[in-house]
């Protein structure tokens, strides 16, 4: 297929405007027609730039009748929805067969993992738990069933064991173990035995359905292959970076001399968290000279660029800072242990006053944030953090909109089944809870939701809603799901109430959160700044962006995550030292925080750990000091 120039400048003005335009590398990412791996700065329009590509791809597969489509592979729901809301700009209303779109977890899942459950578990359903409910779980059954006579701790295997070992399905069906080799055999036989129960149950972890994909495409990879192939001629492959290595080892096997299907891989590998460890290559490793790239950013301009160029896991000498873009000298923060508390406002000052001295930027009404590798080392610098606080985004209200909802719709089951004389409940909260979420949900419950998030989104837009018009659909699908007879009266009273939370939740005529100075939002006069872990912004745009050292799970090393990458910040770029597994991950973790910001970048440091000597480089190549 080719793409012409007359064919970009067809969705170019419906994407980007009037004003703008496509440059010539993006353009050259949209023509090439062969397998290949775009490497794309940060900001530098790569999704929209994918979004083109789809768009003139889908609307001449429609006119050339094809049979075949294209399979679109992102990471996150709203990279999903993102793609979808543009194509929808460009004339493509929905997306449907023969084409696919979906996050890597629902492509393996929907293609492979439940036909390998159902062969497994005799066409029994999985539900794909969370990290917090099926550590819970594990521990639970481990403890009470597999613990070993020996294990003398009091508390079972955590978040760090489950993460180092995974289930492996053997050719004859049967679960082994993967990782933990140097332990005893008796400790991995009950962590073995703890997997297979909550596995043979359905309640899986994610990569747990991994491990289902891999089996079903090794055991049947000739058919499958063909079967893609038929069915799609391209598989695209968004923010490739966050693919998991077991993730990108199924994606090759099945493209890997696919001839019929063109694989093009897009992404940024300098941001990749996934393997921050530093322990061996991630898994996707484009060769940088073989494709086009797309150098530009349209984030930031030069100030910036120029300590991404360095900071960051290989020379990134390519990477250029857009000349129409003013960005502030990057700016150090020196404190020390008595001042540490007082960073914070300091970086306030900073910004109110480049505000008003550049007020056409408006940078204070920007997204302003300060963000770490750690939620403890945040709390160390405002004591009112709270780790498990999620984002005020509108995904997050939303899902705790849906758990309230959910929580009140259980209790009113929960009523009926005791007033009933049923106690039994084969259903806890929290499963129940968590169907609702949004990431484990099963079918029965997706058209409710739908209706459900409708509510609140009418709650939120202050549009009026009948509730009576609601109060049917949940009627008949308690009935039709539990048996459960609910009166519409009873059920109307605790909506209203429900209503009530909506508000509050979505901060409907009260003052926000942020208003308060508490939580995740520091307030000091006309400035509020969002406190975050790098990984809980990763892919976000900001104003201006502080990182803040952390110390944390260093008992061995000095100084802290930022001190061991002073040189890098510098603009000095040392190969041997960037090996090292720790200076690995501090300079993943600072690409990735610097690069959000689209004015200002920042760090802070704790003088004691800094000597005159690196202050002084950090100065000459372009920082600005600020004494705390």
């Not at 493209?255 to 393997?275: A, M, W």
């Not at 005529?509 to 700044?529: D, M, S």
Request: glycine letters at 6%.
């Amino acid at each position: 297929m080719i793409i012409s120039d007359d064919d970009i400048l067809l969705v170019q003005e419906q994407l980007l405007g009037s004003a703008l335009e496509f440059n010539v590398p993006q353009k050259s990412v949209m023509k090439f027609q062969e397998n290949g791996d775009f490497i794309a700065c940060p900001g530098s329009g790569k999704t929209t730039v994918l979004i083109a590509k789809l768009a003139i791809i889908m609307k001449k597969m429609k006119l050339e009748n094809k049979a075949q489509g294209v399979c679109i592979i992102t990471h996150t729901n709203v990279g999903v929805e993102e793609i979808l809301r543009n194509l929808k700009r460009v004339g493509i209303k929905e997306v449907k067969y023969p084409h696919f779109i979906g996050t890597i977890h629902e492509f393996l899942n929907r293609f492979f993992s439940v036909k390998a459950f159902n062969l497994l578990n005799k066409n029994r359903k999985f539900q794909v738990l969370e990290e917090e409910e099926y550590t819970d779980k594990f521990g639970e059954r481990f403890m009470e069933t597999h613990r070993p006579h020996f294990y003398s701790s009091p508390n079972p295997p955590g978040k760090t064991t489950l993460s180092t070992i995974a289930l492996k399905i053997e050719k004859d069906k049967t679960l082994s173990l993967i990782g933990l080799e140097s332990k005893g055999q008796d400790y991995r036989v009950s962590l073995l035995n703890t997997l297979k129960d909550l596995f043979n149950g359905g309640r899986l972890r994610h990569e747990d359905t991994v491990s289902l994909a891999d089996w079903y495409v090794s055991e049947y990879l000739t058919k499958i292959k063909s079967a893609l192939s038929k069915r799609f001629n391209y598989l695209f492959i968004d923010e490739a970076q966050d693919t998991s290595d077991s993730q990108m080892k199924i994606i090759s096997k099945l493209t890997e001399d696919n001839l019929g299907i063109k694989v093009q891989k897009f992404g940024d590998p300098y941001q990749s968290l996934y393997n921050l460890g530093g322990i061996g290559p991630d898994a996707w490793r484009p060769v940088e000279e073989d494709f086009p790239q797309i150098s530009l950013s349209n984030r930031f301009g030069e100030n910036i660029a120029k300590v991404l160029r360095t900071t960051c896991m290989a020379p990134y000498p390519m990477l250029v800072g857009n000349p129409a873009i003013f960005s502030f000298k990057p700016h150090v923060f020196l404190f020390s242990e008595d001042t540490r508390a007082q960073v914070l406002q300091k970086y306030a000052e900073v910004i109110e006053k480049l505000d008003n001295e550049y007020p056409v930027l408006s940078l204070s009404r920007g997204k302003i944030y300060a963000v770490s590798s750690h939620h403890d080392a945040i709390e160390k610098f405002y004591e009112d953090y709270e780790k498990g606080l999620k984002k005020n985004t509108n995904d997050s209200l939303l899902k705790r909109c849906l758990q309230e909802f959910a929580r009140t719709l259980y209790g009113l089951i929960s009523l009926k089944r005791k007033e009933g004389g049923d106690l039994k409940d084969s259903q806890g909260l929290r499963e129940f809870v968590q169907e609702f979420d949004g990431k484990s949900r099963m079918g029965d419950y997706l058209s409710l939701r739908k209706l459900i998030s409708q509510w609140i989104k009418n709650v939120k837009n202050a549009r009026p809603l009948v509730l009576s018009d609601l109060e049917d659909n949940i009627v008949n699908w308690v009935m039709e799901v539990y048996s459960i007879d609910i009166s519409g009266e009873e059920l109307i009273v605790q909506m209203q109430k429900i209503e009530n939370k909506f508000r509050k939740i979505l901060n409907v005529g009260a003052v926000t959160p942020a208003a308060t100075g508490k939580g995740n939002t520091y307030g000091y006069q006309n400035i509020q700044i969002n406190l975050n872990s790098v990984h809980g912004v990763k892919g976000e745009t900001h104003s201006a962006t502080l990182l803040l050292e952390s110390s944390f799970h260093r008992s061995s090393l000095p100084g802290t995550d930022m001190t061991d990458i002073l040189e890098y910040m510098s603009g000095e770029f040392n190969h041997e030292l960037s090996t090292n597994s720790s200076i690995n991950k501090a300079l993943k973790l600072a690409y990735v925080a610097f690069s959000r910001a689209r004015y200002f970048v920042g760090v802070a440091l704790d003088r004691s750990n800094v000597t005159n000597e690196q202050i002084e480089k950090l100065k000459d190549s372009g920082w600005e000091i600020v004494n705390v």
